[in-house]
């Protein structure tokens, strides 16, 4: 690398840097799911492995979450530096592999859009697993192009053990073991295939035997069926209803797949990638065709729902169709006289609406949330609360009894029954439960306000609960 492309590429991992510090500093409060996250990283680090291991969700994350809160001791702040550093990696792995295949400068090209993806850059400091492993996958299907076009035994051995960490953090990911085997099958390559296989089995299969100890099946997550129990993000009980639904609801939900997954790549640069779909060589072509073809049937046919947020793990892999895209517009623009202005024109607004798009501005419900879960952890810690959402009673380091519990609670007499049945100490009550009868001021003046978080739209109450 010359020294100019040196600095721009060091200018390019700052910039990466700054604008992920940003959403960093600005973040309300500890991410839903990230709670979860947090409660087993908690346990791994004091040793109680299996304690961790009977969270909902995979290991991985929480395990480096977890390593990582012995150099600092707040998990929350712990979670979003592991996922920072995966994002700062994500930027320097899809750099080298552009690097070798497709030349410097896109390289560079694709850094930068890495550097400023909107989406990239928000799940960067959140308390998730996303940023993890979309640099984790990154790395697969970087590995298995290289053993693939190279016909390289060891990439595609690292292929594998990057797809099993894959796994290792979100389930759904095994299944592109099946593509991989598919394009070595076309070639007749079957000592690559068990290797690959090997590898995956290596790493993968001692989580799958202890799923299979934990719940009595073989799975590849506890999250394929549906938990008749759930407590404290711990499942205490298994019923399994696999979700096979007729033709009519896979058909309404393919658009709505298809349109998160348009959504997540972030529509300038999906534009892009289309223009340049076929000036990217046809073997990188054919492998991305068929991933994202499974991607999109798995998420129709297996998941409930869909959102972005289950598809950004592909943008680092379809940059180089973005890149070749902005090559598309350059050569259309010559014909023009001002070629240069419509070109960084077009550039500009790319890295504006990115820039912006990705900028999170804080949520004050939540921060109103972790305000009070801060003030119960001053003063009166580690009491059950009831709330909405489980954000009090995880700063307060407290039990959470979800607000869901109250269905059995009818009338405002029955508060008292309930709160010694429970043994709940606080009640969380916010804007969204104003009108729900079973908070109306008739029922919570028996209680006491403890303290108040609002604002002019938003606000946060914690009532004590005379019997707990």
Known sequence: ?????????????????????????????????????????G????????????????????????????????????????SFIFGILLIYFTFLFLKKYFGEKKALYGAFFVAIHPYLVRYSVQVLSESMTTCLF?????????????????????????LALTYLNKAEYIIYALPFCFLLVKEKRFSHICILLACIALFAFPYVYYLKLETGLWTITKKVGVAESLVNNEIVAYTYKYPFESSLQLLRRFPFVVYNFFEAIFPPLFILAVLGFKRVEPSYRMLLIV?????????????????????????????????????????????????????????????VASIFQGITLQNKGRAFHKQAGLFLLETDPGNKIISRLPVVPFYAKGEYINISALKEVKDCSQWAGFTRKTGAKYLVFDDRLVNNPLFQDGCLTGFKLVVEFKDKSEFVKIYRLNDG
Request: hydrophobic share 50%.
């Open 291 to 351: 991933l994202v073809v499974l991607h999109i049937i798995a998420r129709v046919v297996f998941a409930p729902h869909s959102t972005k947020r289950y598809s950004v793990e592909f943008i680092p892999v379809l940059m180089v169709f973005s890149i070749e895209g902005m090559y598309v517009l350059k050569e259309f623009f010559e014909r023009y006289r001002h070629k240069n202005q419509l070109y960084y024109t077009v550039f500009t607004v790319i890295i």
């Open 138 to 162: 990154a790395a697969t299907v970087f590995f298995f192009y290289k053993g693939w076009k190279e016909e390289d035994k060891t990439s595609i051995g690292l292929s594998g053990v990057f």
């Open 43 to 82: 346990s791994f680090a004091k040793g109680a492995i299996f304690e961790g291991l009977k969270g909902i969700s995979h290991p991985l994350y929480p395990v480096f979450l977890g390593g990582f809160s012995f150099f600092v001791k707040d998990l929350e702040i712990a979670g979003r530096i592991v």
């Open 1 to 41: 690398m010359q020294k100019s492309e040196k600095t721009i590429f060091f200018s390019i991992i700052c910039l990466g840097c700054m604008v992920r510090l940003f959403d960093f500093i600005t973040a309300s409060a500890i991410e839903l799911d990230g709670i979860g996250y947090a409660q087993m990283a």
